[in-house]
T-cell receptor, first 115, second 113 residues
Framework: NAGVTQTPKFRVLKTGQSMTLLCAQD?????MYWYRQDPGMGLRLIHY???????AKGEVPDGYNVSRLKKQNFLLGLESAAPSQTSVYFC??????????????FGPGTRLLVL | GENVEQHPSTLSVQEGDSAVIKCTYS??????FPWYKQELGKRPQLIID?????GEKKDQRIAVTLNKTAKHFSLHITETQPEDSAVYFC????????????FGQGTRLTINP
């Protein structure tokens, strides 16, 4: 049981390049989330999904797109990377609903540097 | 939308002493308040959480208190140990079809031997 995994661990992009970050979970969780973490700041929600085929915007969605074609995978895309998108990206998943099902489990993170 | 303020940004305590981190939130609809611990270069990990129908929750050396009227909640760590050194984040959310957590800015806790 690997929990939440992320690919790649680290990536360097040039301004204007595109890339896709992959998040996978093997806990059969319904809900998945993408956050970014910048120095001196807490995590901020980019996009989230409450089930296969659904996505929704979070707090800072501009410049990102997401897809949830399979329940276990949540993809985050950058179509035209900008230096402001240099950050550490964390994926999380949860069972969904309320009570004990609210706990979000985080992946190990992807460190992205945009030059 | 929700706004979460966390204080202090850094905290240094002697091993064995207690540490307290405080957070305030703005949205009275928020009803779920988790605390995460993040070690350097690692992922955030849930250490304790509390829901709005409870005023206090304990788990061994860790406790969280919630004051809904004042809209603030606090993390208390007793008998601190070197392995408690990390960055701690509070968060708040109101379930609205998803648990969209809003995080505080984090507190870097250092335990001095």
């Amino acid at each position: 049981n690997a929990g939440v995994t992320q690919t790649p661990k680290f990536r360097v992009l040039k301004t204007g390049q595109s890339m896709t970050l992959l998040c996978a979970q093997d806990m059969n969780h319904e809900y998945m989330y993408w956050y970014r973490q910048d120095p001196g700041m807490g995590l901020r929600l980019i996009h989230y999904s409450v089930g296969e085929g659904t996505t929704a915007k979070g707090e800072v969605p501009d410049g990102y797109n997401v897809s949830r074609l399979k329940k276990q995978n949540f993809l985050l895309g950058l179509e035209s990377a900008a230096p402001s998108q240099t950050s550490v990206y964390f994926c999380a998943s949860s069972s969904g609903g309320t009570g004990m099902r609210e706990t979000q489990y985080f992946g190990p993170g992807t460190r992205l540097l945009v030059l | 939308g929700e706004n979460v303020e966390q204080h202090p940004s850094t905290l240094s305590v002697q091993e064995g002493d207690s540490a307290v981190i405080k957070c305030t939130y703005s949205d009275s609809a928020s009803n779920y308040f988790p605390w995460y611990k993040q070690e350097l270069g690692k992922r955030p990990q849930l250490i304790i959480d509390i829901r709005s129908n409870v005023g206090e929750k304990k788990d061994q050396r860790i406790a969280v208190t919630l004051n809904k009227t004042a809209k603030h909640f606090s993390l208390h760590i007793t008998e601190t140990q070197p392995e408690d050194s990390a960055v701690y984040f509070c968060a708040a959310s109101a379930y609205q079809g998803a648990q969209k957590l809003v995080f505080g800015q984090g507190t870097r806790l250092t335990i001095n031997p």
